[in-house]
């Protein structure tokens, strides 16, 4: 089983849609929960970071983090055409800085 | 406040040659990691530097291999590079040893013929 999984996708909404993104993962000592976009030629963008379960909201984006399944997802509320990129879940524990990433979902917004 | 800078932001070389690659933090950043991206693998990591030591290192061979310099700035070298070497490799930063969140640079895409 691997670490971090991801839905594959790709992905495609209308524009204004909400988006519903999941990883899953196997590491319960995972302790840091984070959300990157990229954008093609463009490094990893932080989205959203968060320590422990619950849910975190930032603008349009909604982290949701359940630790007692390990599961977590991340909204996007009214999606733009600007919203088209590649979305990445990553995991880390506290000891170090390595980061576990899933495979990523690319996501397009048709206007 | 700049982002995380990486050069170059592309090279060709052949099998067999060695490459360096060069990164600068976050001004006040003192931890860096380097992860290569392909698109079979994703992202994997490397290795981490702080106070211009290895801290933890990933999966990979020998042939790569990292140093800080007391400034924080990092270089990742590959040597005797294969054709599976072509890939994203990237930079990230954060303010300590173990630290979260990272933020990372636009990478350097490194193709081998």
């Known amino acids: 089983q691997k670490e971090v999984e991801q839905d594959p996708g790709p992905l495609s909404v209308p524009e204004g849609a909400i988006v519903s993104l999941n990883c899953t993962y196997s590491n319960s000592a995972f302790q840091y929960f984070m959300w990157y976009r990229q954008y093609s030629r463009k490094g990893p963008e932080l989205l959203m970071y968060t320590y422990s379960s619950g849910n975190k909201e930032d603008g349009r984006f909604t982290a949701q983090v359940d630790k007692s399944s390990k599961y977590i997802s991340l909204f996007i509320r009214d999606s733009q055409p600007s919203d088209s990129a590649t979305y990445l879940c990553?995991?880390?524990?506290?000891?170090?800085?390595?980061?576990?990433f899933g495979k990523g979902i690319t996501l397009s917004v048709r206007p | 406040k700049a982002g995380v800078t990486q050069t170059p932001r592309y090279l060709i070389k052949t099998r067999g040659q060695q490459v360096t690659l060069s990164c600068s933090p976050i001004?006040?950043?003192?931890?860096v990691s380097w992860y290569q991206q392909t698109p079979g693998q994703g992202l994997q990591f490397l290795f981490e530097?702080?106070?211009?030591?290895?801290?933890n290192k990933g999966n990979f061979p020998g042939r790569f291999s990292g140093r800080q310099f007391s400034n924080s700035r990092s270089e990742m070298n590959v040597s005797t590079l294969e054709l599976g070497d072509s890939a994203l490799y990237l930079c990230a930063s954060s303010l300590d040893v173990g630290g979260q969140p990272q933020h990372f640079g636009d990478g350097t895409r490194l193709s081998i013929l």
């Open positions: 990553a995991q880390g524990l506290g000891a170090n800085s390595k980061l576990t």
């Open positions: 001004s006040g950043h003192r931890s």
């Open positions: 530097y702080f106070s211009e030591t290895q801290r």
